[in-house]
């Protein structure tokens, strides 16, 4: 474009910033646009990447599909025309958590000194150890069973018989997200596939209570967080609540929150907006 010639001319190169758009459970690339274009309008000079590597399986074991995001990455940066300035990471649902697998990969880390912002829309960090929400549980249940899903045996923190060998805690020991300035985790209560503290990385009352598991859920928060408090990383936590027309089945409004983390426009632009900040 006529604007990278001024700057070569200029014989300044400038360099630019990648964000990186991950998909969420049997998602495409293209589950993310909204997101993007919206901060195309914002950040026109930026590049974009909506990762496709993950497009035909979401099924597999979560470190695979972090590691071909991993590799998508570095092959894109590989070709872009200007240096890397800064590279920012947004991630849907099981997209966050791919992202945070893709970060801890050692292909990645030679960028570690150029992670901007990380930001999380309805992904369950700390997996689904409380969820409140059976009509989920019998649906991953029932997907388990039908897709024999690696991811969501991982999610529900299933894949091992000592649960601190399980997937999701040792991905809450992986150095992933120190390097960040930012750390923005959008969560809805409505939403009934993130659960609302899992989105946050908070932890939840019931672990409190919860002599069998509870301190592997302490623990995880403690994992996650610590290193981010110790690197003074701005960790944001957005509250997101819909107004959702019809009263349908519950199942249907708790899964409406979680698609409209990414499809409704006003909420996108708003919270891009007036965090343009966190981007910048």
Request: proline share 3%; net charge neutral; hydrophobic share 40%.
């Amino acid at each position: 474009s006529g604007m990278v010639v001024k700057e070569r001319e200029e014989g300044c190169v400038v360099g630019q910033h990648l964000f990186v758009f991950a998909h969420g459970f049997q998602g495409n690339q293209y589950d993310l646009r909204q997101v993007k274009n919206a901060l195309a309008d914002m950040f026109p000079a930026a590049d974009f990447l909506l990762s496709a590597a993950n497009e035909n399986d979401t099924n597999s074991d979560i470190q695979l599909l972090g590691s071909r995001l991993a590799e998508e990455v570095v092959m894109h940066i590989s070709q872009m025309l200007l240096p890397l300035a800064r590279i920012s990471f947004i991630g849907h649902s099981l997209g966050g958590i791919i992202t945070r697998a893709a970060l801890a990969h050692p292909s990645l880390r030679q960028y570690a000194d150029k992670f901007h912002t990380y930001m999380s829309l309805g992904s369950a960090h700390l997996g689904y150890q409380y969820s409140e929400n059976t009509w989920v549980d019998g649906g991953m249940w029932f997907l388990k069973k039908l897709k024999n899903s690696t991811a969501l045996h991982q999610f529900s923190l299933s894949d091992a018989k000592n649960p601190y060998q399980t997937f999701m805690y040792r991905l809450s020991e992986a150095p992933s997200l120190t390097t960040f300035k930012n750390v923005l985790l959008v969560a809805s209560p409505q939403d009934g596939y993130a659960p609302f503290y899992s989105a946050r990385i908070e932890v939840h009352a019931r672990s409190l209570k919860d002599a069998k598991a509870g301190s592997l859920h302490l623990q995880m928060v403690q994992n996650l967080l610590r290193p981010l408090q110790e690197a003074g990383t701005n960790i944001v936590r957005f509250e997101v609540h819909f107004h959702i027309q019809g009263r349908g089945l519950d199942g249907t409004i708790k899964r409406a929150a979680h698609i409209m983390l990414l499809e409704s426009l006003p909420f996108i632009r708003q919270l891009l907006s007036t965090n343009r900040h966190y981007f910048e």
